[in-house]
Nanobody, 126 residues
Framework: QLQLVESGGGSVQPGGSLRLSCAVS????????IGWFRQVPGKAREGVAC???????YYGDSVKDRFTLSRDNAMNTVYLDMDGLKPEDTAVYYC????????????????????WGQGTQVTVSS
């Protein structure tokens, strides 16, 4: 049974950096695509970055050139490196998994993903 556990959230000043981790257990990461999504109260959950089994990452427009998504299949973990953080990046960040998606272009949307973690809070504030 696949389980996802997010970690690495916290509070940071504008311009700072954080690394989020999504640890996969109960199965092998190699066969799963992983997506990162975020949500603020009163708004829909939005796609931040997604990566398929082919290792190609795709990013939302608001985080391009600031966030970097990578996967380490040997460690069963996906990392989201967030640089140049802005107050508008404040949200609960969730990772999600879906079996067998090779390339996630066009699929970094919530309805494409079936397995979700519990989320980790990221707060960017001075």
């Amino acid at each position: 049974q696949l389980q996802l556990v997010e970690s690495g959230g916290g509070s940071v000043q504008p311009g700072g950096s954080l690394r989020l981790s999504c640890a996969v257990s109960g199965t092998t990461l190699e066969y799963y695509a992983i997506g990162w999504f975020r949500q603020v109260p009163g708004k829909a959950r939005e796609g931040v970055a997604c990566i398929g089994t082919d290792g190609t990452p795709y990013y939302g427009d608001s985080v391009k050139d600031r966030f970097t998504l990578s996967r380490d299949n040997a460690m069963n973990t996906v990392y989201l490196d967030m640089d140049g953080l802005k107050p508008e990046d404040t949200a609960v960040y969730y990772c999600a998994a879906e079996w067998g998606i090779i390339n996630t272009q066009g699929l970094c949307i919530t309805r494409a993903w079936g397995k979700w973690g519990q989320g980790t809070q990221v707060t960017v504030s001075s």
